[in-house]
């Protein structure tokens, strides 16, 4: 069975920094692209970071600059670093990978 689990969401304050992990277990994240999405309250999912096999990465344009996307091989887990934080960055964050998503960790920024 495949599991993502995501971590690391929470309370900030604009300006602030959050970093999300997401860990799978039952596959191996080297085989597989993998991305952060978000959806806001009253919006639809987006794309918010994606990483590639062999590391190449792409970004939504609301957060270019703002976030880095990394993958710890080791630990089978992938990272979302959120910098500069803003309120618009609100939402809950999921992490997918192919057909499986994780259940969701919620950011919160406060203005």
């Known amino acids: 069975e495949v599991q993502l689990v995501e971590s690391g969401g929470g309370l900030v304050q604009a300006g602030g920094s959050l970093r999300l992990s997401c860990t799978a277990s039952g596959l191996n994240f080297d085989d597989y692209a993998i991305g952060w999405f978000r959806q806001a309250p009253g919006k639809e999912r987006e794309l918010v970071a994606n990483?590639?096999?062999?590391?190449?990465?792409t970004y939504g344009n609301s957060v270019k600059g703002r976030f880095t996307i990394s993958r710890e091989k080791a630990k089978n887990t992938v990272y979302l670093q959120m910098n500069s934080l803003k309120p618009e960055d609100t939402g809950v964050y999921y992490c997918?990978?192919?057909?499986?998503w994780g259940q969701g960790t919620h950011v919160t920024v406060s203005s």
């Open positions: 990483i590639g096999r062999f590391g190449g990465t």
């Open positions: 997918n990978v192919g057909r499986w």
